[in-house]
């Protein structure tokens, strides 16, 4: 039996599913569960995405031992009646989870890179020094407005060509909360030329992480200085990590960034694919 999903069904999968939540958690918001006998087997969750309009993504688990059953594909089959969107999803290339979406028919519609970097390598180091420049300003030193003006617009850089993103308004009310609460700016660093923010490298989350997440790009790609502002934006973010692994994350698209991230020795990590599971189209007559 697939039904909407209560408080209590997406309590019993938060430990493997932390992003579960109840039916209509949020408008636009919706969550099945599967149940075998009244157990809870599986869930799926999926929202209007309020970034990117033109898919909705969507998370699928299914209990291991109810896994080879078919539950999963109902699950999905049964969120998609309720969405007009196709459903975005992730998955690593060569993976059960890859496998199964697969058979959903989803077709990849990006890649992240391998782009973990060991800071502690004598190489990469090398690297970082060579291409690490005395023009970089850190993030302390931009106001709020700023900060969030030059995420969106990198954000649209990166992803218009193949993810449309929502309106700019929409995009700065959306982005400025998440600025607020998870970008560092203290490790944030930037290029500024003539006033403006040329390049970028945003910094999440705390000294304290097991990684530096970092996201960079330039904000003006066709300049011709444009790669070397990203290679200096880089090299601050991996010399300042100081031996603490940086994990960037792009795509392989990324006009800058993703050459500079193949120039830079030692690059680990796993591919990652953004797939799009096509909306079902309407039912065919019979002739």
Not at 260 to 265: D, E, M, N, S
């Given at each position: ?150 995420w969106?617009?990198l ?28 970008l ?11 006033d ?36 200096a ?25 993703f ?11 796993k ?17």
């Open positions: 039996m697939i039904e909407p999903a209560t408080v209590a069904d997406a309590d019993r999968f938060a430990a493997d599913a932390p992003w579960a939540r109840a039916d209509e958690w949020r408008p636009a918001g919706s969550s099945l569960v599967a149940k075998i006998k009244g157990e809870p087997a599986g869930i799926v969750v999926s929202a209007t995405n309020r970034v990117h309009p033109t898919r909705d993504p969507a998370f699928v688990f299914v209990a291991e031992p109810f896994r080879r059953r078919g539950i999963g594909s109902a699950l999905v089959k049964s969120i998609q009646t309720r969405r007009s969107m196709p459903l975005s999803v992730k998955a690593h290339p060569g993976t059960l989870t890859h496998e199964f979406y697969k058979s959903l028919g989803a077709v990849r519609y990006q890649v992240c890179p391998p782009e973990r970097i060991d800071t502690s390598s004598v190489e990469v180091r090398r690297w970082a020094l060579e291409n690490r420049r005395e023009d970089i300003r850190s993030g302390d030193r931009l106001s709020l407005e700023q900060l969030t003006e030059a969106t617009e954000y649209e850089i990166v992803h218009a060509p193949w993810s449309p993103t929502g309106t700019r308004s929409g995009l700065l009310a959306e982005f400025g909360p998440m600025i607020q609460t998870e560092d700016p203290s490790r944030s660093v930037f290029v500024v030329r003539n403006r923010v040329a390049a970028a490298c945003f910094v999440f989350g705390t000294d304290g992480d097991p990684d530096v997440e970092a996201i960079c790009e330039s904000l003006d790609p066709a300049n011709r200085l444009a790669r070397a502002d990203v290679a934006c880089m090299a601050e973010v991996l010399v300042n990590a100081g031996g603490t692994p940086v994990l960037f994350d792009g795509h392989i698209t990324d006009p800058q960034f050459p500079t991230l193949q120039r830079i020795p030692g690059v680990t990590g591919e990652l694919e953004l797939l799009e599971i096509p909306a079902p189209g309407p039912p065919v007559r019979e002739q």
